[in-house]
């Protein structure tokens, strides 16, 4: 699997909470801190090569308050994917929001029925880790109001992976814009820089 498919699923997990949170008109913090939930939706990952096939199946986040638990299992992907990228357990991973801050402008995109403006115009931040196969990785992320940002880091079996990302509207969109970079382990001198624009 590669480092875009997994970190597509990532973001798609962290932005799919807090939809849920913002839907749920629940952000109240002395109400939120103590609400159960448990949400599951689809996830498609397009394939990076002409001609390459995509990845589908499911995530689920569940937890209650400020923490929660994501997973992620995209069936039959063990069969085309190294063992050391991704097995049938899937990706596993918890995240906490250290804080939530709806604002007027939360409220006024909610009753206009645009979630993607509510949940960008929610100040938050939070922290995630997660684990698929042989990996492993953390990160966080925060939003200060239109400006979501984050920084990441994975280590692979093979390679190690650092970087930070930007995610703003683009008209329908989302766009990311991801700045990292990449090399073997225990050879830093090899590292690559990589810039990359992804639309959601």
């Not at 569940?62 to 994501?70: P, R, V």
């Not at 329908?172 to 990359?196: C, F, T």
């Amino acid at each position: 699997m590669t480092f875009k498919k997994i970190f597509i699923i990532v973001l798609v997990l962290i932005f799919g909470f807090l939809a849920y949170g913002i839907a749920s008109g629940s952000l109240e913090e002395t109400v939120f801190s103590n609400m159960p939930y448990n949400y599951t939706s689809h996830v498609w990952i397009p394939s990076n090569y002409q001609n390459g096939s995509s990845l589908g199946g499911f995530y689920t986040i569940y937890g209650k308050g400020e923490n929660f638990n994501f997973t992620i299992k995209l069936p039959g992907a063990e069969t085309k994917e190294s063992p050391l990228d991704y097995t049938k357990d899937g990706l596993n991973g918890t995240g906490h929001l250290n804080s939530i801050n709806i604002t007027y402008d939360t409220l006024t995109s909610l009753l206009s029925g645009h979630l993607k403006d509510a949940m960008f115009n929610t100040q938050f931040n939070g922290i995630f880790n997660m684990s698929c196969a042989a990996w492993t990785g953390n990160g966080s992320f925060s939003n200060k109001g239109q400006n979501l940002t984050g920084n990441f880091k994975i280590d692979g079996p093979m390679t190690n992976w650092n970087g930070t990302f930007n995610v703003k509207e683009d008209g329908n969109r989302i766009k990311l814009q991801m700045n990292y970079v990449w090399y073997p382990h225990k050879s830093p001198q090899k590292a690559k820089n990589v810039q990359e624009i992804i639309y959601m």
